[in-house]
């Protein structure tokens, strides 16, 4: 079976991207990734991409002022000149419009840093603290127009811990997130996740909470 021709977005540091390029060097992996697109010429993750050897693309979303759709079609004729079939975001920073969002409809992931439907948005870890979670951790969805919502493919969980920080709490969940996305990737990648009624199958099987869960190392 051919692998799948994957498109990264990103926004920033892309170490989520990097465990993706990572996963792909196994030439077993489903998936290859063929391009990196950033909204922004100086995110870290385009270095890493370029290291590397793949293909970078550029587009600066304030070219478009607040045209997101103008926006939105330049990526897409980047998407099909690299004759992507999935793409990943991956900390990518730009709201999608629906129609964008309808033409990559199940083959579109987004990684959260969060269990969601809780803590949707931004500053998760900060809010999970506040909260006083005990629970959190990362999680790889389809995306779907209404934002950090949409079938959930994969989640893993960490212990929040009494004194832990920010900061602290943001590491752990990040090394989640570096082991879910690729594993997530995969299982769409060799066509094994369904979306039945908004929520995905897995080989044909709901996937029990305990399964779905990647404990924290
Ligand atoms: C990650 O925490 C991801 O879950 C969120 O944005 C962050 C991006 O980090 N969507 P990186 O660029 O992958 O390092």
Redesign the pocket.
């Known amino acids: 079976m051919s692998r799948k021709r994957v498109a990264v977005l990103?926004s920033?540091?892309?170490?989520?991207?990097a465990a993706l390029i990572e996963a792909a060097k196994d030439k077993s992996y489903p998936a290859e990734i063929v391009l990196v697109l950033s909204n922004k010429a100086d995110a870290g993750?385009l270095v890493t991409a370029r290291d590397n050897g793949i293909a970078t693309e550029i587009v600066d979303h304030t070219q478009f002022g607040k045209d997101r759709v103008a926006f939105d079609a330049a990526m897409q004729s980047k998407l099909e000149a690299h004759r992507v079939d999935l793409v990943c975001?991956?900390?990518f920073m730009r709201l999608l419009s629906p129609g964008f969002v309808d033409l990559w409809q199940n083959r579109m992931l987004?990684?959260?840093?969060a269990l969601l439907p809780a803590f949707k948005g931004l500053d998760t870890h900060a809010r999970a603290l506040t909260e006083g979670a005990k629970i959190h951790g990362?999680t790889v969805h389809f995306v779907v127009p209404e934002m950090d919502a949409g079938p959930i493919i994969m989640q893993g969980a960490v212990a929040v811990r009494p004194d832990d920080t920010e900061a602290a709490l943001a590491a752990r969940?990040?090394a989640v997130?570096h082991r879910i996305y690729p594993s997530a990737l995969k299982l769409v990648a060799e066509g094994r996740v369904r979306v039945v009624d908004g929520r995905c199958l897995i080989d044909g099987v709901a996937v029990p909470d305990a399964a779905a869960l990647v404990p924290s190392a």
């Open positions: 990103i920033g540091r892309g170490s989520n991207m993750g975001l991956a900390g987004n990684i959260h840093p990362a969940v990040l997130e």
